[in-house]
């Protein structure tokens, strides 16, 4: 048997993390007060989710849930996604982005440089789901729910994205 390095137990650590918001995801609930509402479809997988938020006026999430079906990744990705939502501006949540997005698509090694603008809790969530950049396929699944939070934010009524 191979000796196990640090390494492996942080992927171990990650691994848990997608499996527990896959089977069992938070916030996976219809909200009748949304007033932002996104489809967000990735045909290359199947996954198909309506992301759908409360945003108050002065640009705050006030609540964020999905529903729909996709993969264990596209399901985690949103489970956690709306988790780390709730209280944040939508300038917040666009940082949020733009940090997965990077972590999705750079090294590991460049990943360590990054700046990080969450925090801690939400630092290791980013992470672990951006494991999938190992994966080409799978970011389209692991990015579908923030897309659709990112055309939630910039437009005001209900709308469908693509990730293709
Ligand atoms: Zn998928």
Redesign the pocket.
């Known amino acids: 048997m191979k000796e196990k390095t640090p390494h492996d137990d942080l992927r171990e650590l990650y691994q848990d993390l997608i499996l527990d918001h896959g089977k069992h995801p938070r916030n996976f609930r219809p909200m009748p007060e949304a007033n932002r509402e996104v489809l967000g479809h990735?045909p290359l997988?199947?996954?198909r989710l309506v992301l759908t938020l409360a945003v108050n006026e002065n640009n705050v999430i006030e609540d964020a849930a999905f529903q729909g079906s996709?993969?264990a990744?596209?399901m985690a990705s949103a489970s956690m996604m709306t988790e780390m939502l709730k209280g944040k501006t939508a300038a917040e949540a666009h940082k949020l982005f733009e940090h997965f997005h990077e972590l999705c698509t750079l090294g590991g090694e460049e990943v360590a440089k990054t700046e990080t603008p969450a925090a801690k809790d939400v630092q290791m969530r980013l992470q672990a789901l951006s494991g999938v950049r190992h994966y080409p396929m799978?970011v389209k699944?692991a990015v579908l729910p923030w897309r659709a939070l990112e055309s939630a934010l910039s437009s005001g009524g209900v709308k469908n994205v693509k990730t293709e």
């Open positions: 990735n997988c199947g996954d996709g993969c990744i596209s799978r699944c």
